[in-house]
């Protein structure tokens, strides 16, 4: 069956660093993968899209790859700040209504 | 742009009533509107998917006479719980993509900020 897992359930790093999540999955091949961000108590934002031919994608602070042999993708913050502090999600999907969500990587920026 | 409004925010009723929950989008048009449900510390988990102007499209394992479904203009979708329990009690969230389905099917999903159901 279809699995997606982010690599952890928490990560805490300190303001300035780099924060890089991973998302791999199994039994899948998405056409596309998206990153979304969730504060507590509230729906969740999207971020980034990157689609199956494309290897990076960037945003600002934020950058994605997707690797489809290692089936894995992920997501970095660069020069990160406490109020990147959230929960990450990632999604695939193959068409409009097959998108799936991962559990989520909650992300801890210290001052 | 592309605001999802979800309305309860939060909702407190008793074992065996009904709750309805609304999803509707301020700024676009939605003929495929989607339902989940989160557990604490875990992953949106997707428990239909509601089409205007026809029935819904139930996920395996969720019972579709529990959660009714309605998705009656381009705007609004609504899900009712129906004879709550308390093994019911989650935090249900809506989402919508702008556009129509084969022009849009990778765009974002514009998330309503979710309806937080206990049930006592």
């Known amino acids: 069956s279809q699995k997606i897992e982010q690599n952890s359930e928490a990560l805490n790093i300190q303001e300035g660093k780099t924060a890089t999540l991973t998302c791999n999955y199994t039994n899948y091949s998405p056409a596309y993968l998206q990153w979304y961000r969730q504060d507590p108590g509230r729906g969740p934002v999207f971020l980034l899209l990157?689609?199956?031919?494309?290897k990076e994608k960037r945003k600002e602070r934020l950058k994605v790859t997707f690797d489809t042999t290692l089936k894995q993708s992920l997501f970095h913050i660069t020069a990160s700040q406490p109020a990147d502090s959230a929960t990450y999600l990632c999604a695939l999907g193959r068409n409009n209504n097959d998108m799936r969500f991962g559990a989520g990587t909650r992300l801890t920026v210290k001052p | 742009g592309a605001v999802v409004s979800q309305h309860p925010s939060r909702v407190i009723c008793k074992s065996g009533t009904s709750v309805k929950i609304e999803c509707r989008s301020l700024?676009?048009?939605?003929?495929?509107m989607f339902w989940y449900r989160q557990f604490p510390k875990q992953s949106l988990m997707l428990m239909a998917t509601?089409?205007?102007?026809?029935?819904?499209?139930?996920e395996q394992g969720v019972e579709k006479d529990k959660f009714l479904i309605n998705h009656a203009s381009l705007t609004l979708s609504t899900l009712t719980v129906t004879s709550a329990h308390p093994e019911d009690s989650s935090f249900y969230i809506c989402?919508?993509?702008?556009?129509?389905?084969?022009?849009?099917?990778?765009?974002?999903?514009?998330f309503g900020n979710g309806t937080r159901l206990t049930v006592t």
């Open positions: 990157i689609r199956e031919n494309e």
């Open positions: 700024d676009f048009q939605a003929t495929t």
């Open positions: 509601s089409n205007e102007g026809s029935k819904a499209t139930y």
């Open positions: 989402s919508a993509r702008n556009g129509d389905t084969f022009s849009s099917y990778n765009s974002p999903l514009h």
